[in-house]
């Protein structure tokens, strides 16, 4: 969307909220000049944030400013790396509070935790900066519907979701394909995802917290618990109150490619699912290591199957995650590598229905992710991954993982009333209880 029907749009979303965006972004914006600087601060720097940091700084006019991190080893350790590698001496903090009241940061990278995304998230925009958050989204749908609405309350700062395949060129080139009528009658998309992390890590005993980490303020809003490195750094992921297992994990990845093809920005109507933990061992998690999940739509079905603790793949094509766009007329096999087009015997014309084709081009996607935020905080334009996007690839991993957690195979979500019409074990899972002193924002 260009931009004036963007910032048009925006605006009366807010006036019929009743609403004003209050808050102007200091630089980089509109009537900046383009050789401004834009000064980036980091919070939660161990992995992928510090990924996403480093594709900022590879851009020129990019500074960073401030790192946050609750350990100190990863906070220093990242330091240095800034120093080693740009040259620049980033401020440090622990409390990402702080980090938020530096006038000089323009836009901050949130690299933590899920359960952690949509304080942050919010608590950034009210201090005037523009948001890179990591996916998931949010860890729940009380918090997905949160930023959608606050990103709307300040709809003059851009937010980014990380699912930065929606800047690759490979999957935008499959959107292009069956919309361009390649497929055919779109039919059906399966999708898959198997990594050995899913299964959880290993069991390992409760331990003291290890000095030099703040440990209550790695929990945050989460319920308060006994220090555990499998509940820790990356490990984090298998747990409830902090992430939503390897179905989440990739599933905002590959079912947002899947939603972009099938046209759908919104929640899901109808889920069938069921989870399960069927590795041969036991492993620390609470997430399930393997799912089956089913989301009808009017004329076509996507279908995602998840299994931790294999990589290889079950899947046919020999790809340990992926999409296959199924349709009338070929095929579509995809992942961040390679695109497919295998096309349908036409038993009486005896040939094709439609030409093969191979596409391998722009294997990295975070890059040009980046990129595309830093524009749009440049030109005003929405960013490849508003937050409405990232709420709807959200709620297709939410909901199953609801399903799974309370049993009840089939969930029916009613999106303008916020509830599950037939399950009221599933309504107590939509909004996280908050360990005070936080609370959610309200919008
Ligand atoms: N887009 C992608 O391809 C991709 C890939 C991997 C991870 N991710 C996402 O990135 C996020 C981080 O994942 P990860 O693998 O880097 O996790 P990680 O555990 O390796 O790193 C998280 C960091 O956040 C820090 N942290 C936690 N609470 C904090 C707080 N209150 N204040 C400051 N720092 C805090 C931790 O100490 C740690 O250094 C997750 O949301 C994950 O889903 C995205």
Redesign the pocket.
Known sequence: MERRKFIRKTSLASAALGLNAIIRPRAWSSGVSPNGTLNVGL??????????LEHHLSNPGVNCVAL????DA?LNNRASDIKKKYNQIPRL????RKLLERKDIDAVI?????H??CL?TIFALQAGKHVYV???MANSIAECNLMVRAGRYYNKLVIQV???QRSAPIFRKTVELVSGGSTGKLRKINIWANFEYGAGSQIVPDEPVPPG??FD??L?PAPARSFNKSR??????HFWDY?GGLAS?WGV?LLDIGLWVGAISSAPEKVLAYGGNTFHEPRSRETFDSMSVIYPYKDFVIHYDVTGGVQRGPAPWNMPYGLAVIGDNATITVDRNKLTVLPEWDNQAKKDRTAGYSFTEGKES?ADHVKNFLACIRDGDKPACPPETGRAAALHVHIPNIAARTGEPVLIWDDSNNRFTNCEAANKLITPVYREPWSLPKY
Not at 43 to 52: A, D, Q, S, T, V
Not at 68 to 71: K, V
Not at 232 to 237: L, Q
């Open positions: 919070i939660g720097c161990r992995n992928m944030g510090f990924g996403i946050c991190d609750i350990d990863v903090f622990k409390d990402f949130v690299g933590t935790p899920d952690w995304h942050m990591e996916k998931p990380g699912q930065q980490i703040d303020m790695w945050g820790f750094h990356g490990s984090w992921r992430g994990d990845h975070h």
